[in-house]
T-cell receptor, first 111, second 115 residues
Framework: TQLLEQSPQFLSIQEGENLTVYCNSS?????LQWYRQEPGEGPVLLVT?????EVKKLKRLTFQFGDARKDSSLHITAAQPGDTGLYLC???????????FGQGTTLQVKP | KAGVTQTPRYLIKTRGQQVTLSCSPI?????VSWYQQTPGQGLQFLFE???????NKGNFPGRFSGRQFSNSRSEMNVSTLELGDSALYLC??????????????FGPGTRLTVT
C-alpha cells in the first residue's frame, strides 16, 4: 500500500511563530501538491511541485520537494490566525499515476 | 470561471435509505473524482470518472456507485445507508487525469448525516 505520511498531525502555535509540516513516503512521485482546507469547505490547491529539489514560495509559505521526489515540506513563516486550517499533501505516484492524499495536518494559530 | 458546485450542501437521511449527490465540474474539466472525508479516516478516494467512464476506484463497498454524464456532470449514489456513511462527500474536477499534475479543484462538499 502506497502511503503519504504527514507530520505532525496536529499543531497549535501562537501568532508570529514559524512551523514546518512534513510529507513523507517510500514511493516516488511525479508531482506533489499541497492543499489547505477550512472548516465546512473543500480543500483549496496551494501549490504543485514537480521537480526534485524544487522550492516554491507563496508569500509566507515555502514548499520544497525532496531531491528523490519522495518527500515534501511546507514551512510557514510568522504564522497568522488566517493560516488556521487542515493542510493536506497529495502526490501522483510515478509507477501507478494515481493521486494519493496524506492524512492531513491540523494547524491552529492562536492570536 | 465558476468553481465546482455540489448539491445539496447538507443532507440528513435515515439508515437503510439511499441518497444521490450531484457535482458540476469546472467548465472544460473532464475528470471528476469523489472523496469521502471523516475525522477518523481523513480523505478517502471513492472513484474517478473521465469522459463518462470510471477510470479508478477506491476500496469502498458496492453500495457506493457513481456515474458521469456527457456534459461531465457527475452523480454519486449510496444505497442502504449505514451510520458510518456520515461524512463530508467532496467532488473534485481536473483537466485531465493523465500527466504529472492531476491538480484537483474541489467543491464545497455535501455534509451527509445518517441517523
Amino acid at each position: 500500500t502506497q502511503l503519504l505520511e504527514q507530520s505532525p498531525q496536529f499543531l497549535s502555535i501562537q501568532e508570529g511563530e514559524n512551523l514546518t509540516v512534513y510529507c513523507n513516503s517510500s514511493s516516488v512521485f511525479s508531482s506533489l501538491q499541497w492543499y489547505r482546507q477550512e472548516p465546512g469547505e473543500g480543500p483549496v490547491l496551494l501549490v504543485t511541485v514537480v521537480t526534485g529539489g524544487e522550492v516554491k514560495k507563496l508569500k509566507r509559505l515555502t514548499f520544497q520537494f525532496g531531491d528523490a521526489r519522495k518527500d515534501s515540506s511546507l514551512h510557514i513563516t510568522a504564522a497568522q490566525p488566517g493560516d488556521t486550517g487542515l493542510y493536506l499533501c497529495a502526490g501522483v505516484t510515478s509507477n501507478t499515476g494515481k493521486l494519493i492524499f496524506g492524512q492531513g495536518t491540523t494547524l491552529q494559530v492562536k492570536p | 470561471k465558476a468553481g465546482v458546485t455540489q448539491t445539496p450542501r447538507y443532507l440528513i437521511k435515515t439508515r437503510g435509505q439511499q441518497v444521490t449527490l450531484s457535482c458540476s465540474p469546472i467548465s472544460g474539466h473532464r475528470s471528476v473524482s469523489w472523496y469521502q472525508q471523516t475525522p477518523g479516516q481523513g480523505l478517502q478516494f471513492l472513484f474517478e470518472y473521465f469522459s463518462e467512464t470510471q477510470r479508478n476506484k477506491g476500496n469502498f463497498p458496492g453500495r457506493f456507485s457513481g456515474r458521469q454524464f456527457s456534459n461531465s456532470r457527475s452523480e454519486m449514489n449510496v444505497s442502504t445507508l449505514e451510520l458510518g456513511d456520515s461524512a463530508l462527500y467532496l467532488c473534485a474536477s481536473s483537466l485531465d487525469h493523465r500527466g504529472t499534475a492531476y491538480e484537483q479543484y474541489f467543491g464545497p462538499g455535501t455534509r451527509l448525516t445518517v441517523t
